[in-house]
């Protein structure tokens, strides 16, 4: 009972997108309690129709009018070169007194802290928060709320609200990525097109063969395409564990589609809470508008996350293609023919349908018309008929047949989505003062803001009829399509005074469009902006990187994906390698370490780059151990809040991703000493960070890029022994293989003993001779995966000396076959 009257007190905050001014209205009428939407750059949604600054102030009005909170996006990494552009959107927003700005990139981070601490700040999913003690370093920094990723378990979340104080927020419908938001570079590094930059080109939709590592096929189809998320079943328990906010996603989707869904959620959010009412929004409709399939998620430990047969809306089962019966009626129609259609029981077809063809819904038509067996036109075909449409092409019979667009269905979300939302006219008061021998004065008044209008005419005396305060009185009130509501009326007049009709009226015009401009002038106006060069002489810019000019070689840093042996290690001294990087994974990392520290090389501990709690619970037992090192590379928040406190040196790993200076000056204030910077920059880029930061840089040179990390297992699990798998039904057992696109490339694929599937590039990162321009690097980065030992040799010998003769030619046994230079030369979009 007791459960039941906090579930009743407590209902999470309802968050819908909105990329348009009509989602915008469409949430407002769906019952959103929240809204969020992106400006026209810095946004990850970057194509999507997004807000211009005019709509924008608009929506923000709108929504405030009716109770609903706006939450502005500024989640992508931010080149220096976008700063000034920036500066200039925060100061227009910070005036319109925005609910929250939702970020990603901790140079942006570093700025809103230190120079517009009146924004309410939350993390994006992009920021990649992965458990408790993530959530408790943005606690800690001043956030107002944090997101926790989709892979989370409801437990998990209900944990976590129970052990913080800060609002956190989880997804409950919509698109699911494969990989951990944040840290997929699988788009940037196949076309240059950066999902941390807005612009994913969606490769999780995409087609792949999965070989095992003797290349046979495992399996091929929609390999990396997840399930939609719907948790609507389960709002009790999501009420229950305590979370604020439940966002819905799909800022490019329509406003048919952010009514619909965010009606059906407010409805059952509504019902949970206590509140009865009729529910306008059924099962069938929430399918009916865009699904993938639906999936709980990891919230509720469904481990079939994945649909290999969809890569987009394929809609709801209606029924199956079938042969027609002969029929003279039916001549050839050119390019279309009868396709015969028989219908579900339950089922509906209309005119100006959607339809999709078979399980993976690649191919379709829109029903311009529908015929009866007979040849009679139909506008409408039921459950259990069967009937004829025009289609351009032949479809076999027996293909199941879907309906992924209900014209009846979106025109009634239309509809409902669409009632106008309007802003209450401001009421303008006029005060006129009529004196004989004095210009006439008019005062024209709304909320706060005053003019004033001296004219250029006296009052005559009448030559018959006086002037009276009622005609005065019509012509003020005229004020119909100007924007504004008439008010109060003042009039100071003296008597026996005549003033014409088209005087007061032009009187009243110059005073309400003088009033108009100084409303649009105090809306513009960016109080307490902050000056841009400001920024960039002192923050960007003001420190240079003290450089040895005559010892510029750099150290080299070997970096191992999986704990080395120690015969291994013992080949590799005397080669120039300055320090190694190992996993802190297991036990044994102690005596690995104390190996590598015998062998004369300094060692990073390197932890997880997800850290859930089963895995911060081993961190935390590991971290306690006495074990040799000089310093630990840190992948995730997690570690940091762990690690923040400690004297060793603490570098942060390129899932931080350090884009930008300002980053570099976040890594600082929150402990860091080194930073390995991001693989999306280019070389102008990295040369204009390193050299304008005291922190110590690191750069990979070489090795294979991870471009993916997922909980979504890619391998035929159910083939498994149940001992290998965890309670989610995901398998630990090791596995390799190889995902093949579209194209023939090949992706190497592992899945460790976490049962995280780990998907790296189809090339070799191999940057060479023009590296050596890049003086504020310290250090230089050799990723290690399964390279033999003579190859690594050569590698590391081209690094610590050959690379310095200047030849540009490579020395035997390495190739530029298969390597590339990542976005050193072409950068990201």
């Known amino acids: ?49 997004n807000m211009t600054e005019d709509e924008t102030r608009t929506a923000v009005a709108l929504c405030h009018h009716r109770g609903v909170k706006v939450y502005v996006t500024l989640n992508i990494l931010i080149k220096n070169s976008e700063f000034d552009a920036l500066i200039d959107t925060l100061n227009f927003l910070k005036d319109l007194h925005v609910d929250g700005l939702i970020v990603q990139d901790i140079g942006l981070i570093y700025l809103l802290r230190h120079y517009y601490p009146e924004f309410k700040l939350q993390t994006s999913t992009q920021a990649s928060v992965y458990g408790l003690e993530g959530t408790l370093f943005f606690q800690e920094l ?198 015969g259609i028989r219908l579900n029981e339950d089922a509906q077809l ?66 409902m989505g669409s009632v106008p939302v309007k802003l209450p006219e401001p009421v303008v008061d006029f005060r006129v003062t009529i004196k004989a021998d004095t210009a006439v004065v008019i005062v024209a008044m709304t909320r706060s803001i005053e003019v004033t209008v001296v004219a250029d005419f006296m009052p005559e005396r009448p030559l018959k009829k006086a002037l009276d305060e009622s005609l005065v009185r019509e012509q003020l009130a005229r004020i119909g399509g100007t924007g504004f509501e008439l008010g109060s009326i003042e009039i100071k007049m003296e008597p026996d005074l005549f003033l ?71 080949q590799l001294t005397g080669l120039g390698i300055t320090e190694v990087v190992i996993p802190l994974i297991d036990d044994g990392v102690s005596e690995i370490a104390a190996f590598a520290k015998d062998c004369g090389f300094n060692v990073l501990l390197k932890t997880p780059k997800v850290t859930d709690a089963g895995c911060a619970r081993k961190l935390r037992r590991l971290l306690d151990l006495d074990i040799e090192h000089d310093g630990f590379l840190i992948g995730n928040y997690e570690a940091l809040q762990m690690l923040k406190d400690r004297v060793d040196y603490l570098e942060a790993d390129q899932s931080f991703n350090f884009f930008n200076t300002l980053a570099a000056k976040a890594l600082q204030e929150w402990h860091f000493d080194g930073g390995v910077l991001s693989p999306e920059l280019d070389g102008v880029a990295l040369k204009d960070i390193s050299e304008h930061t005291e922190l110590f840089t690191v750069l990979p040179v070489y090795g294979r890029q991870e471009l993916m990390v997922s909980r979504k297992c890619l391998f035929n699990c159910a083939a498994c022994p149940e001992k290998t798998k965890g ?86 046994g390495l190739q530029t076959a298969g390597t590339t230079r990542g976005s050193f030369k072409r950068g990201v979009k």
């Open 500 to 570: 014409s009709r088209s005087q007061l009226n032009s009187l009243r015009k110059e005073a309400v469009e003088k009033l108009q401009a100084k409303i649009t002038q105090a809306a513009e106006t960016k109080t307490g902006a902050m000056k841009t060069e400001v920024l960039l002489e002192k923050e960007l810019y003001g420190i240079s990187k003290s450089i040895d000019q005559e010892n510029q070689k750099k150290r080299i840093s070997l970096e191992f994906s999986e704990m080395p042996s120690p015969e291994f290690l013992s």
């Open 142 to 339: 001043g956030f107002s709320r944090v997101v926790l990723p989709r892979e989370m378990p409801l437990a998990e979340v209900a944990e976590i609200k129970r052990n913080s104080a800060i609002e956190l927020k989880i997804f409950c419908h919509g698109a699911l990525c494969y990989a951990y938001s944040g840290q997929c570079l699988m788009s940037s590094m196949i076309g240059g097109r950066s999902g941390n930059r807005g612009l994913c080109a969606q490769p999780c939709r995409k087609t792949y063969k999965l070989l095992d590592e003797a290349d046979r096929l495992i399996h091929e189809g929609y390999l990396l395409s997840p399930k939609d998320l719907k948790i609507l079943d389960e709002m009790a328990a999501i009420v229950d564990s305590g979370v604020d906010a439940l966002k819905i996603e799909g800022r490019m989707k329509t406003p048919e589609y952010v009514y619909g869904i965010t009606r059906a959620y407010r409805e059952q959010i509504d019902e949970v809470g206590g509140e009865r009412g009729e529910k306008t929004i059924d099962e069938q409709a929430v399918m009916q508008v865009f699904n993938r399939d639906f999936t709980k998620g990891h919230l509720f430990d469904e481990p079939d996350l994945l649909n290999p047969q969809v890569g987009k809306n394929r809609g709801i089962l209606i029924g199956s293609v079938v042969a027609l019966p002969q029929s003279k009626k039916r001549q050839n129609q050119g390019a279309y023919q009868p396709l």
């Open 727 to 812: 309670k989610s039904g995901l398998c630990h057992q090791e596995m390799a293989g190889n995902l093949v696109d579209e194209r023939g490339g090949s992706f190497p694929v592992r899945r460790d003993n976490r049962g995280l599937i780990h998907i790296y590039n189809r090339d070799v990162l191999f940057l060479r001779e023009e590296i050596l321009d890049h003086v504020g690097v310290d250090t230089w980065r050799v990723y290690h995966q399964n390279e033999s030992l003579e190859t690594l040799k050569n590698i590391i010998g081209y690094y610590s000396r050959d690379i310095y003769q200047k030849h540009w030619g490579l020395p035997e």
């Open 350 to 415: 209309s005119v100006g349908d959607g339809l999709s063809f078979g399980e993976d819904g690649k191919s379709g038509t829109k029903v311009d018309s529908i015929f009866a067996l007979d040849g009679s036109r139909r506008e409408k075909a039921c459950g259990g008929e069967s009937v004829a449409i025009p289609c351009r092409y032949p479809v076999s019979p027996g293909t199941l047949l879907y309906k992924n667009y209900d014209r009846e269905l979106m025109d009634l979300l239309q509809q």
């Open 1 to 49: 009972m007791i459960e039941q009257e906090v579930r009743m007190n407590k209902k999470p905050e309802l968050l819908a997108p909105a990329g348009t001014m009509d989602a915008i209205i469409a949430a407002i009428n769906g019952g959103a309690d929240a809204v969020y939407f992106g400006g026209k750059a810095f946004n990850a949604r970057r194509n999507a129709e």
